[in-house]
C-alpha cells in the first residue's frame, strides 16, 4: 500500500527532505528528510490502519446571566476536557475575562463517570423557582444538556459530587484561589495578545 503521508515519496511532507523547516529552523517533524509514517519506504504493510483518533469528552458548567440583578458573580462558564483542557469565561456589567489552561484530565475522566449515577440526559427536574441557581451541564461528544437548581442537584446523587466539584473549579477561577486550583493540578495558559 502507498504510503498515505508521503503519497510514496518518501519524503517528510514538512520539509520535502530540505531537513529545514519552512518556518525558519531545522525540521523536527522526521529524520533526515524522509517521512516519519513510513520510514523512507514510500509503501506500508498491506493490513496497515490509521490509529483511531483520541476520543476528548468535555463538560461544560454554566450559571448565572451578567444582566441579572439577581446573579451576583454575572455569567460564567467552565469547560474541561478528559485531556485535561480547561477554558473559563466570567462575563459581568464590569466586563469580561477569559482563563485558559490545563487540569488534571484524570480527575475531569472520573468527574464524567459520575453522570452514569444520574438521569442524564434525562431532565432531573421540571420546574425551577427563578434566580441564579440554575446550572446547566453539557456533555460533548454526543452533545447533551441538562439545567438543574444548584440545591436541587446537591440533594441527586452523581449529580452532588458533579456539581460539587465544577462549582469549587468555577469559584477558585473566579477568584484566582491558587490552593483551590492546586487540586485540580491547574496550569494557567500564556495570555495571548489580541
Same mark, same amino acid.
Given at each position: 500500500?502507498?504510503? /498515505? &503521508?508521503?503519497?510514496?515519496?518518501?519524503?517528510?511532507? !514538512?520539509?520535502?527532505?530540505?531537513?529545514?523547516? #519552512?518556518?525558519?529552523? #531545522?525540521? !523536527?517533524?522526521?529524520?533526515?528528510?524522509?517521512?516519519?509514517?513510513?520510514?523512507?519506504?514510500?509503501?506500508?504493510?498491506?493490513?496497515?490502519? #490509521?490509529? #483511531?483518533?483520541? @476520543?476528548?469528552?468535555?463538560?461544560?458548567?454554566?450559571?448565572?446571566?451578567?444582566? &441579572?440583578?439577581?446573579?451576583?458573580?454575572?455569567?460564567?462558564? !467552565?469547560? !474541561?476536557?478528559?485531556?485535561?483542557?480547561?477554558?473559563?469565561?466570567?462575563?459581568?456589567?464590569?466586563?469580561?475575562?477569559?482563563?485558559?489552561?490545563?487540569?488534571?484530565?484524570?480527575? @475531569?475522566?472520573?468527574?464524567?463517570?459520575?453522570?452514569?449515577?444520574?438521569?442524564?440526559?434525562?431532565? /432531573?427536574?421540571?420546574?425551577?423557582?427563578?434566580?441564579?441557581?440554575?446550572?446547566?451541564?453539557?456533555?460533548?461528544?454526543?452533545?447533551?444538556?441538562?439545567?438543574?437548581?444548584?440545591?436541587?442537584?446537591?440533594?441527586?446523587?452523581?449529580?452532588?459530587?458533579?456539581?460539587?466539584?465544577?462549582?469549587?473549579?468555577?469559584? &477558585?477561577?473566579?477568584?484566582?484561589?491558587?490552593?483551590?486550583?492546586?487540586?485540580?493540578?491547574?496550569?494557567?495558559?500564556?495570555? @495571548? &495578545?489580541?
Amino acid at each position: 500500500m502507498v504510503c /498515505p &503521508a508521503c503519497n510514496g515519496s518518501r519524503l517528510c511532507q !514538512v520539509c520535502r527532505g530540505t531537513l529545514r523547516n #519552512p518556518k525558519g529552523g #531545522p525540521c !523536527v517533524a522526521c529524520d533526515y528528510g524522509t517521512c516519519d509514517l513510513c520510514a523512507g519506504e514510500g509503501q506500508l504493510p498491506e493490513d496497515w490502519t #490509521p490509529d #483511531p483518533p483520541p @476520543v476528548t469528552d468535555f463538560i461544560t458548567f454554566e450559571q448565572g446571566h451578567e444582566s &441579572a440583578a439577581d446573579s451576583p458573580w454575572g455569567f460564567q462558564r !467552565v469547560c !474541561v476536557s478528559t485531556d485535561g483542557q480547561l477554558e473559563y469565561e466570567h462575563r459581568s456589567r464590569a466586563g469580561k475575562r477569559i482563563v485558559r489552561g490545563t487540569v488534571d484530565g484524570e480527575r @475531569v475522566k472520573a468527574l464524567r463517570r459520575e453522570f452514569s449515577r444520574t438521569s442524564f440526559p434525562q431532565k /432531573p427536574q421540571e420546574t425551577f423557582q427563578p434566580g441564579a441557581s440554575i446550572i446547566r451541564l453539557t456533555t460533548t461528544p454526543p452533545t447533551y444538556s441538562v439545567l438543574i437548581d444548584y440545591f436541587d442537584g446537591m440533594q441527586m446523587d452523581g449529580y452532588r459530587e458533579i456539581i460539587r466539584d465544577l462549582s469549587e473549579l468555577n469559584n &477558585a477561577l473566579r477568584e484566582d484561589n491558587h490552593e483551590a486550583l492546586s487540586k485540580w493540578r491547574f496550569e494557567r495558559a500564556p495570555e @495571548v &495578545a489580541t
